[in-house]
């Protein structure tokens, strides 16, 4: 596998049905996507998670297991990829189901060339959306860890809407010690405004353990 | 031989004899036993005397005997004279009990000849005597100018059959008979009787010209007659030819009629093959869902490909491979799709049950690919050990896959409600004695208080929605077939039903 082609947006196709797993790759790749082909979810979960980004286009109705337990098992694995489904007839309670659990599109055979290109456009922008947050996070919570305990309390009191002065009162230091540690940790965060440092304390509190 | 007819001249011709040898024993006197001849007396009171009149009369020639002795001999007889006398006596006693044990006999044969003209008469089978001995002679004559079999008369004289029908003359026929074929009397019968057998029926009249050809003693035929009113018959005719003089003087024919049986036969099974198509139907229905999917699919594949074909042929530079890979793609799929409609097809005629050498095994593949999605959906594991270059069955192939559809799908629905164990459905096949032996296994609850006795009746079902007619046309299919059905318990809990159908052996 070259270094461009992991760059390049993935779009993993299951179902159990030869020739619409090669015409759905003939149709993708037509428009210079980058396909890859399995005939059951296990074949699928052999395969090591992507690292670009990508989406699953899934047939409703698998061998093995249905397209919607296969959902909750990836869910359940912690793999968010975003689910583009494909179904024979049109079930309504499972397309809500699988629709509910997060698909993003929920497509009825024989379906629109443009319908599918565009619900699997949809599906790669969700996921490099998620991708890129997951990024984000991941980056300040890196520089959350570099904080010191102190500046830690002072960062969570400040966030409240507490003045420095009710902060130094919190802790029990002088108001002078409380501005220098605020002003470190605004440095450490890239914080320019407390306004922003709010923002990032919202992302950063649901991923914090204390 | 007949003893109801009397003679009315015999008492008297019994008396006349009697008083002529009453007059010449007693006016007479030869050394001789003259009254030995009232023997002669008393064998004629057979044919008009009973048992007890018999008596009687030899009582009265021993009295006669008595009184011409007494008369011309009086007391003073000679020795001989005596024993001429005692002669006599015993002479018409020992007659007397001879003809009083050829009377009984003669009875019995009268009784058994009354009973068994009152069984020809009274019979409800058609019954005809008739004289084949003019036949006999003709094939005898053929014998003789070099003729070994009938096959090869059959070739030399095929228009012998016409002439043998017309050498059958009848002798006699009862009521029944007369009835059957609405004549209105024997000779009326007589004169009709080689235009009631139609052309097509020719084939069994050679049959029986065989068997009196090889000096069989009986023929029996399934065949077809008409009545004088131009009515097709359906009959069963037994013919028995016994030995006799002359050579097949006395043949019997009984004739059966099996016209309304033939025709409730034909209307029950027209009405089984309409009960079929109706079951067949309703199990199509069952199976919508996966039928719908399986046709769907190869279209959602052929509109696909079509699409990405375009794509391909609309780029500024055309892939010309990627074009031509998505039309052969489409040409499968198209394919797929018309094999389906094709067997489905099949499957909703209703035509009548046809009779050819069917391979089991092919008619499990199409089944499991109609049944393949009903499979994945309830996640059943499919297990199959088949008999490889398995001889074919004879018989009805949209009728056998119907039961092994029925078979299949049961299976699969009385697991859908097993969530405990593995859900496994095992086809095998074997075979045993000319038989091949299918069985479907399944691990659903199969029978836990043992096989129902009534699980083949017609209406007999455990489904909530179920009309129970499923395994009762199942067995019908199989009895038609000359097979069997059966269910039983299986290893490992679950049912086990195994179909057994001959199996066609290719004539050498």
Known sequence: ?210 | MELHRKAPFAPLAATAIAAAIFAIDTLTSFDVAIAVLYVSVVMLSLSFADRRGMLLIAAGCMGLTLVSFAISHGFGASTGAYARCAVSLAAIAITTLLALQVRGGIAVLGRSEQRYRNIFLASGTAILEMDFSELADALDGLKAAGFVNMQGLREAQPSFVRRALGLMRLSNANDTTLKLFGAASVEELRAALPSLIPCEVEETIWLLLEAIWEDRTSFEAESSMQALDGRRLNVVVTVALPESVPKLGQVLLSIMDVTARREAEAALQATQTELAHVARISTLGELMASISHEVNQPLAAIVTNGQAGLRWVSRDVPDIAEVRSSLERMIGDAKRAGEVIQRLRALSSNSAPLQTPVSLNEIIEETLTLVQREILAHQIMLRLSLLEDAPPVIGDRVQLQQVVINLVVNAIQAMSSVDERARTLTLRSRSADGMIVLSIEDTGPGFPGGVPAKLFTPFYTTKANGMGMGLSICRSIVDAHGGRIRARSGAVGGAVFEIELPSYQEAA
């Open chain 1, 1 to 210: 596998m070259s270094a461009e082609s992991i760059q390049s947006p993935t779009i993993f196709v299951v179902d159990d049905d030869q020739s619409l797993r090669e015409a759905l790759s003939s149709l993708f790749r037509s428009v210079g996507m980058r396909v890859e082909l399995f005939a059951s979810a296990a074949e699928f979960l052999a395969r090591k998670s992507s690292e670009t980004e990508s989406c699953l286009v899934l047939d409703v109705r698998l061998p093995g297991s249905s397209g919607l337990d296969f959902q909750g098992q990836l869910a359940r694995l912690g793999n968010n990829i975003p689910i583009v489904f494909m179904t024979g007839h049109g079930d309504v309670p499972m397309s809500v189901r699988a629709m509910k659990a997060g698909a993003t599109d929920f497509l009825i055979k024989p379906f629109r060339d443009q319908d599918m290109l565009d619900a699997v456009a949809n599906a790669l922008a969700h996921d490099r959306e998620r991708r890129k947050a997951e990024g984000e996070l991941s980056a300040l919570m890196a520089r959350y860890e570099g904080l010191t305990a102190r500046e830690r309390q002072v960062m969570a009191l400040v966030t409240r809407g507490l003045m420095n002065k009710q902060v130094a009162g919190e802790l029990g230091v002088s108001e002078i010690t409380v501005k220098i540690h605020r002003g470190h940790l605004m440095e450490k965060m890239g914080a320019r405004s407390l306004a922003e440092l709010v923002k990032m304390f919202q992302a950063l509190e649901p991923n914090l353990d204390k």
